[in-house]
C-alpha cells in the first residue's frame, strides 16, 4: 500500500509502482472543472484519481490487464466514482470519442530487445530500442482524439528525445512548454504540456 498527498493505493507486482514520474505529473495536473480528460496507461490508477478530484469525468485505460484489477480496487478505496476503466492499446478503447485533456505517463526507457520481460511489467517502461515506440503511437493518434482548444501532458524521460516530441506536438498545431522536470540518477523526466488554440 502506497500514500500519495493523503490518497491510498494498492500495488501489485505486475503493475508499474508509482514513482518519480508519477508524482510528478500528478503535481503538476492542469485541468479545468469541466474537463472530461482521458489518462492512458493508468498502471495503479494514481493520476486517474488525483485527476477525478478536479474535474467530472476521467476515462482512464491501459494494455495491461492486471493494471485494471488494480486500479478498479485502487477507485473504490479513493471513493474515485467519476473514473471509468477500460482495457486496450491505446486509441482503441475510445474511438469515435474526444476528450478536453489527455494524460499519458509513457513507457519511456530504450529497451534492448535483451531486456524485454517476460510479464506484463514489461509494457510499463519498454520503449522500444530507442525509448519512443509508444511515444510516437501515441502522438500519431492524439489529434483524433482531443477537442479544439483541448490539451495535452505527457512524462518522457531525456533518455528518450525530448525534442523530437516537442517538434512533433508543434508540427500537430499545439503550443509546447516543458511545465515540470525532475532529475533521477541519469535522466531527466519532463512533463511536456501541449495545448490547441
Ligand atoms: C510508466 S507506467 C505509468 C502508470 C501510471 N499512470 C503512473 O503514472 O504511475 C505506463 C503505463 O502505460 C501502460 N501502457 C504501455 N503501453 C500502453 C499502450 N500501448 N496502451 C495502453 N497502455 C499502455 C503500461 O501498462 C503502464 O501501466
Not at 531486456?115 to 502522438?139: H, K, P, Q, S
Request: aromatic content about 8%; glycine content about 8%; hydrophobic content about 40%.
Amino acid at each position: 500500500m502506497l500514500e500519495f498527498n493523503g490518497l491510498h493505493f494498492n500495488t501489485h507486482p505486475k503493475v508499474y509502482e508509482p514513482a518519480e514520474d508519477s508524482f510528478l505529473l500528478a503535481e503538476n495536473l492542469e485541468m479545468s472543472r469541466r474537463d472530461e480528460v482521458l489518462e492512458i496507461g493508468t498502471g495503479t490508477g494514481i493520476i486517474a484519481v488525483c485527476a477525478s478530484r478536479k474535474v467530472a469525468r476521467v476515462v482512464a485505460t491501459d494494455i495491461n490487464p492486471w493494471a485494471l484489477r488494480c486500479a478498479t480496487k485502487n477507485l473504490i478505496a479513493n471513493r474515485a466514482f467519476n473514473v471509468e476503466l477500460r482495457e486496450g492499446n491505446l486509441f482503441e478503447p475510445v474511438q469515435g470519442e474526444k476528450f478536453d485533456l489527455i494524460l499519458f505517463n509513457t513507457p519511456y526507457l530504450p529497451t534492448g530487445e535483451d531486456e524485454v520481460l517476460n510479464d506484463e511489467l514489461n509494457t510499463a517502461w519498454d520503449g522500444g530500442t530507442d525509448g519512443r515506440e509508444v511515444i510516437d503511437r501515441f502522438l500519431d493518434g492524439l489529434c483524433g482524439h482531443i477537442r479544439r482548444g483541448g490539451r495535452v501532458q505527457l512524462v518522457q524521460s531525456s533518455l528518450s528525445d525530448v525534442e523530437r516530441t516537442t517538434l512533433r506536438l508543434e508540427e500537430l498545431g499545439f503550443q509546447v512548454s516543458i511545465t515540470a522536470r525532475e532529475k533521477i540518477f541519469f535522466e531527466e523526466i519532463v512533463v511536456i504540456t501541449g495545448k490547441l488554440p
